[in-house]
C-alpha cells in the first residue's frame, strides 16, 4: 500500500485534504474559470492548444461537408476543449482481451466501475470513470477494448484512437509480448504517447521468471518504452487455500482472500501526474490538434481535387469541341488560349487562391512555354489541322476537326493537371520548377488513351450539334 504521507502536499491546480475515511483526496483548489498563470510553462502551453482547437472548430473556411466527414473527429476537439476547462488528466488503460485490464481499473478505483468477462467481446466501447482515491474530478481512467477482440481491426483502431487523445497510457501485459502488442506500443510510440507498461498477473510467477520476464520486456521495447515505466502489478491475485491441522489430525480446509498489488503503479502514476500531468495534457491537445487538421486538411484537398476534376474536364470539352466547330482557321488557336486562362482562373477559387484574369494568362503562357519545350510536334499537329480545314469538307472536315479537338482536349488536360500541382502546392512550383512538374504530369499520363476518349467524345456532340 502507498504510504500516503510521503505523497506531495500540491499537484499543479490541484491541493490536498483528507476524505471521510481518512485517506489524502486531492481537492480542486483552480477553478477553469480563473486566469492562466502565464508564468509557469505548463499554463502556457496549455492555452496554446486550447487556442488551436479553438481555431479548428471555429474555422469558417472548412466546408460543412468536411465537417459531417469527420464529425468523430470533431467531437474529440470538443470533449478536449472541455477536459482543458476542467484542468483534467485522462488515463487510457489498454490491452489484449483477459490480459486483466478491467481487473486493474478495480483495484485502481476501488469498486467494479467496468465490466470484466474471460469472454471475447465484453468491453465494446470506451468507457472511463473519476480516479476517486486520487481526484473526484480532476484524473479519469479510461477502459478500452481488447486489443484482440472480435472484430478486432476495427475494435483496435478505436483503442488506439482512445490512447492518443488521452494524456497517459497504461499498456497491460500478463507474459512476454505478442508481436500485435508490439506492433501496437510502436504505434503509440509514433504518437509520441508516454506509456506504462505494466505486466499483471505477477502473482503467477516466481521471483526468478518475473525477473527474466522483465528482462524480456525491457529488451523488446528498448527506445519505446523508458525502463522505469516498466511496472509489475498484481490486481487480482488467485485466492490462498489454506489447510490447517487440529491435535487429533484432522485437516480443515479454508480460502483467503489475497489484496490486489498495485503500489509501484500508483506511486509512478502520481510522480507523473506531479511533475508532468499538465504538460502532457497540453501536448497531447497539441498533438491532437495537429493529427486533425492534417485529417482537415487531406479531406479538404480530396474535396477541392474531386471538383477540379470536373472542372478541368468541362473546359476540356468545351476547348474540344469549340476547336473542332470552328469554321475559321488558327482564331479556334486563340479562343482555345482564352479558354485555358478561364480554366485557371476558377481552378484557383477551387482552391481558395483567387486570381486574377491576367494571374491566370500569364500561368497559361508559363505553362506553354515548358509544353513547347517538351512536346512541340502536338503543337506542330493542332496547327496543322486548323489549317487544313480551309480544304477541307463534309466528313473530312469532321475527322479533321475531331483530330485537332482531341488534341485541344488533351493540351487542356494537361494545363489543367500543372495548373492544379501549382495551386495544391501554395502557388509554387517546388524545388524543380515548372519544367519538372510539366515532366510528371505527362510521364503519368496515358496521352493516346486521352487523346482517343476525347476524339470519340468531341464526335458524339459535333454529330449531335448537326442532328
Given at each position: 500500500?502507498?504510504?500516503?504521507?510521503?505523497?506531495?502536499?500540491?499537484?499543479?491546480?490541484?491541493?490536498?485534504?483528507?476524505?471521510?475515511?481518512?485517506?489524502?483526496?486531492?481537492?480542486?483548489?483552480?477553478?477553469?474559470?480563473?486566469?492562466?498563470?502565464?508564468?509557469?510553462?505548463?499554463?502556457?502551453?496549455?492555452?496554446?492548444?486550447?487556442?488551436?482547437?479553438?481555431?479548428?472548430?471555429?474555422?469558417?473556411?472548412?466546408?460543412?461537408?468536411?465537417?459531417?466527414?469527420?464529425?468523430?473527429?470533431?467531437?474529440?476537439?470538443?470533449?478536449?476543449?472541455?477536459?482543458?476547462?476542467?484542468?483534467?488528466?485522462?488515463?487510457?488503460?489498454?490491452?489484449?482481451?483477459?490480459?486483466?485490464?478491467?481487473?486493474?481499473?478495480?483495484?485502481?478505483?476501488?469498486?467494479?466501475?467496468?465490466?470484466?468477462?474471460?469472454?471475447?467481446?465484453?468491453?465494446?466501447?470506451?468507457?472511463?470513470?473519476?480516479?476517486?482515491?486520487y481526484?473526484?474530478?480532476?484524473?479519469?481512467?479510461?477502459?478500452?477494448?481488447?486489443?484482440?477482440?472480435?472484430?478486432?481491426?476495427?475494435?483496435?483502431?478505436?483503442?488506439?484512437?482512445?490512447?492518443v487523445q488521452?494524456?497517459l497510457?497504461?499498456?497491460?501485459?500478463?507474459?512476454?509480448?505478442?508481436?500485435?502488442?508490439?506492433?501496437?506500443?510502436?504505434?503509440?510510440?509514433n504518437?509520441?504517447?508516454?506509456?506504462?507498461?505494466?505486466?499483471?498477473?505477477?502473482?503467477?510467477?516466481?521471483?526468478?521468471?518475473?525477473?527474466?520476464?522483465?528482462?524480456?520486456?525491457?529488451?523488446?521495447?528498448?527506445?519505446?518504452?523508458?525502463?522505469?515505466?516498466?511496472?509489475?502489478?498484481?490486481?487480482?491475485?488467485?485466492?490462498?487455500?489454506?489447510?490447517?491441522?487440529?491435535?487429533?489430525?484432522?485437516?480443515?480446509?479454508?480460502?483467503?482472500?489475497?489484496?490486489?498489488?498495485?503500489?509501484?503503479?500508483?506511486?509512478?502514476?502520481?510522480?507523473i501526474?506531479?511533475?508532468?500531468?499538465?504538460?502532457?495534457?497540453?501536448?497531447?491537445?497539441?498533438?491532437?490538434?495537429?493529427?486533425?487538421?492534417?485529417?482537415?486538411?487531406?479531406?479538404i484537398?480530396?474535396?477541392?481535387?474531386?471538383?477540379?476534376?470536373?472542372?478541368?474536364?468541362?473546359?476540356?470539352?468545351?476547348?474540344?469541341?469549340?476547336?473542332?466547330?470552328?469554321?475559321?482557321?488558327?482564331?479556334?488557336?486563340?479562343?482555345?488560349?482564352?479558354?485555358?486562362?478561364?480554366?485557371?482562373?476558377?481552378?484557383?477559387?477551387?482552391?481558395?487562391?483567387p486570381?486574377?484574369?491576367?494571374?491566370?494568362?500569364?500561368?497559361?503562357?508559363?505553362?506553354f512555354?515548358?509544353?513547347?519545350?517538351?512536346?512541340?510536334?502536338?503543337?506542330?499537329?493542332?496547327?496543322?489541322?486548323?489549317?487544313?480545314?480551309?480544304?477541307?469538307?463534309?466528313?473530312?472536315?469532321?475527322?479533321?476537326?475531331?483530330?485537332?479537338?482531341?488534341?485541344?482536349?488533351?493540351?487542356?488536360?494537361?494545363?489543367?493537371?500543372?495548373?492544379?500541382?501549382?495551386?495544391?502546392?501554395?502557388?509554387?512550383?517546388?524545388?524543380?520548377?515548372?519544367?519538372?512538374?510539366?515532366?510528371?504530369?505527362?510521364?503519368?499520363?496515358?496521352?493516346?488513351?486521352?487523346?482517343?476518349?476525347?476524339?470519340?467524345?468531341?464526335?458524339?456532340?459535333?454529330?449531335?450539334?448537326?442532328?
Open positions: 500500500m502507498i504510504n500516503w504521507k510521503k505523497v506531495p502536499a500540491t499537484l499543479s491546480g490541484w491541493s490536498w485534504k483528507p476524505n471521510k475515511n481518512g485517506k489524502n483526496n486531492p481537492a480542486r483548489a483552480k477553478k477553469a474559470d480563473e486566469p492562466v498563470n502565464s508564468s509557469n510553462p505548463s499554463d502556457h502551453h496549455l492555452a496554446i492548444a486550447r487556442d488551436s482547437l479553438s481555431r479548428l472548430l471555429d474555422d469558417e473556411h472548412i466546408p460543412q461537408s468536411v465537417r459531417d466527414s469527420l464529425n468523430e473527429e470533431y467531437q474529440g476537439i470538443q470533449e478536449l476543449l472541455d477536459k482543458i476547462e476542467n484542468n483534467e488528466i485522462h488515463i487510457a488503460v489498454m490491452g489484449r482481451v483477459s490480459v486483466g485490464k478491467s481487473s486493474l481499473l478495480k483495484s485502481l478505483l476501488g469498486s467494479q466501475v467496468f465490466s470484466t468477462s474471460p469472454l471475447h467481446g465484453e468491453t465494446r466501447s470506451v468507457d472511463r470513470s473519476a480516479w476517486q482515491s481526484d473526484s474530478g480532476g484524473v479519469f481512467l479510461i477502459d478500452t477494448p481488447g486489443l484482440d477482440e472480435a472484430d478486432g481491426e476495427q475494435r483496435e483502431q478505436l483503442a488506439i484512437e482512445a490512447a488521452a494524456d497510457i497504461i499498456f497491460v501485459v500478463d507474459g512476454d509480448l505478442t508481436q500485435s502488442e508490439l506492433d501496437s506500443l510502436k504505434t503509440l510510440h504518437q509520441s504517447s508516454i506509456v506504462l507498461l505494466v505486466l499483471n498477473k505477477t502473482d503467477r510467477y516466481s521471483e526468478h521468471e518475473q525477473d527474466a520476464l522483465l528482462a524480456s520486456l525491457r529488451r523488446h521495447t528498448k527506445g519505446i518504452v523508458e525502463d522505469e515505466n516498466i511496472l509489475t502489478a498484481s490486481a487480482a491475485p488467485s485466492k490462498q487455500k489454506l489447510v490447517q491441522i487440529d491435535i487429533a489430525g484432522n485437516e480443515t480446509e479454508s480460502v483467503r482472500e489475497i489484496e490486489p498489488d498495485v503500489a509501484l503503479l500508483t506511486t509512478r502514476l502520481w510522480q501526474i506531479e511533475q508532468d500531468g499538465r504538460s502532457l495534457a497540453a501536448l497531447n491537445a497539441s498533438l491532437f490538434a495537429s493529427h486533425v487538421t492534417d485529417k482537415v486538411s487531406a479531406r484537398l480530396e474535396t477541392r481535387r474531386a471538383l477540379a476534376e470536373k472542372v478541368i474536364r468541362y473546359y476540356c470539352i468545351a476547348k474540344g469541341v469549340s476547336v473542332a466547330v470552328n469554321p475559321i482557321p488558327l482564331a479556334d488557336l486563340v479562343a482555345a488560349a482564352a479558354l485555358d486562362s478561364a480554366l485557371v482562373y476558377h481552378l484557383s477559387r477551387v482552391y481558395d487562391l486570381m486574377s484574369r491576367r494571374e491566370s494568362g500569364k500561368l497559361v503562357a508559363a505553362i512555354t515548358q509544353l513547347a519545350a517538351l512536346m512541340g510536334a502536338v503543337w506542330t499537329v493542332h496547327l496543322a489541322s486548323s489549317l487544313l480545314k480551309l480544304g477541307s469538307a463534309g466528313l473530312s472536315t469532321i475527322l479533321t476537326a475531331s483530330g485537332q479537338g482531341a488534341i485541344a482536349y488533351y493540351s487542356t488536360y494537361l494545363v489543367g493537371q500543372i495548373a492544379e500541382r501549382y495551386l495544391e502546392q501554395g502557388k509554387a512550383w517546388g524545388e524543380g520548377g515548372a519544367k519538372q512538374v510539366a515532366e510528371e504530369i505527362m510521364a503519368g499520363m496515358d496521352k493516346d488513351s486521352i487523346i482517343e476518349s476525347a476524339r470519340e467524345d468531341i464526335l458524339l456532340r459535333i454529330k449531335g450539334k448537326k442532328t
